[in-house]
């Protein structure tokens, strides 16, 4: 039996400037491939536009394991100190930029506010000089790489969680993780983000590099606890309900048994 290619794009593939050279490659390896499997109808099209079959063209969540994502304690149970994380890559794309000065701002008018970075990157050396030069390394903290375990550990320290990615394909793995986790998450609107988080219902979206914007939905969600607590439920909801890994991988098995017997 002939082998068949299934891709499965991710977002940072295709929606990344792509040059001449990867352009001639894409349409080569989607042209020839059996089928694509991704995750938004947006990497769909672009797949489709390399020349992908649009009849063997799949969308399926990647999914997060909502047994082992799941929180051990409430946001804001610790009445003395609140926890704002992110843990995207610390590059460009990622604009973590934003993030830091969100934190520069809320930490003149909060006291007991601290912020997490976790993650590597080739902007981390620039980014910590920058924390450092404003004297804020007392209440911003990098943790660097974690593992898996430690990422868990990561979700259960924090109260809030943000994304100002500038960019995602999908719904990113790493927002889908803090939400099955009740954290309450604000991420930037764009790419899929506002398909699976309604604005004020079960997260906060804010526009890319608004550190304003995000800045004042923190600020309203520290003075109003009790709603946030509701929505971080809410999260939680629709994670469980529509990105459950063992949902989607069942998806994934009926995909594979109809594309080979094709």
Same mark, same amino acid.
């Given at each position: 039996?002939?082998?068949?290619?299934?891709?499965?794009?991710?977002?940072?593939?295709?929606?990344?400037?792509?040059?001449?050279?990867?352009?001639?490659?894409? &349409?080569?390896?989607?042209?020839?491939?059996?089928?694509?499997?991704?995750?938004?109808?947006?990497?769909?099209?672009?797949?489709?536009?390399?020349?992908?079959?649009?009849?063997?063209?799949?969308?399926?969540?990647?999914?997060?394991?909502?047994?082992?994502?799941?929180?051990?304690?409430?946001?804001?149970?610790?009445?003395?100190?609140v926890?704002?994380?992110? *843990?995207?890559?610390?590059?460009e794309?990622?604009?973590?930029?934003?993030?830091?000065?969100s934190?520069?701002?809320?930490?003149?008018?909060?006291?007991?506010?601290?912020?997490?970075?976790?993650? *590597?990157?080739?902007?981390?050396?620039?980014?910590?000089?920058?924390?450092?030069?404003?004297?804020?390394?007392?209440s911003?903290?990098?943790?660097?790489?974690?593992?898996?375990?430690?990422?868990?550990?990561?979700?259960?320290?924090?109260?809030?969680? /943000?994304?100002?990615?500038?960019?995602?394909g999908?719904?990113?793995?790493?927002?889908?993780?803090?939400?099955?986790?009740?954290?309450?998450?604000?991420?930037?609107?764009?790419?899929?983000n506002?398909?699976?988080?309604?604005?004020?219902?079960?997260?906060?979206?804010?526009?890319?590099?608004?550190?304003?914007?995000?800045?004042?939905?923190?600020?309203?969600?520290?003075?109003? &606890? *009790?709603?946030?607590?509701?929505?971080?439920?809410?999260?939680?909801?629709?994670?469980?309900? *529509?990105?459950?890994?063992?949902?989607?991988?069942?998806? /994934?098995?009926?995909?594979?048994?109809?594309?080979? &017997?094709?």
């Open positions: 039996r002939k082998n068949k290619i299934i891709l499965t794009p991710w977002g940072s593939d295709l929606l990344i400037e792509v040059n001449f050279l990867k352009k001639l490659w894409f &349409k080569f390896i989607f042209t020839k491939s059996k089928s694509v499997i991704c995750d938004s109808h947006r990497l769909l099209n672009l797949a489709i536009k390399f020349g992908a079959n649009k009849n063997n063209t799949y969308i399926c969540n990647f999914g997060t394991d909502t047994d082992l994502y799941n929180k051990t304690r409430s946001i804001f149970s610790d009445s003395n100190k926890v704002i994380g992110s *843990n995207r890559r610390l590059e794309i990622y604009d973590i930029d934003t993030f830091i000065k934190a520069e701002y809320l930490i003149k008018e909060f006291k007991n506010i601290s912020f997490l970075i976790a993650g *590597n990157g080739t902007l981390k050396e620039n980014l910590v000089k920058k924390v450092n030069e404003k004297n804020l390394q007392g911003i903290n990098f943790l660097g790489a974690l593992n898996r375990e430690e990422m868990i550990r990561f979700y259960n320290s924090i109260d809030i969680y /943000v994304s100002t990615s500038l960019s995602d999908g719904l990113s793995s790493s927002v889908a993780e803090a939400m099955s986790f009740e954290r309450l998450v604000i991420v930037t609107r764009n790419s899929d506002n398909k699976w988080i309604k604005d004020g219902e079960n997260g906060f979206l804010f526009k890319n590099k608004d550190y304003l914007g995000l800045s004042k939905i923190i600020k309203y969600n520290l003075i109003n &606890k *009790n709603n946030a607590h509701i929505i971080s439920k809410k999260a939680r909801e629709v994670i469980y309900q *529509n990105y459950s890994y063992k949902k989607e991988m069942q998806k /994934v098995n009926t995909f594979y048994e109809k594309i080979y &017997k094709y």
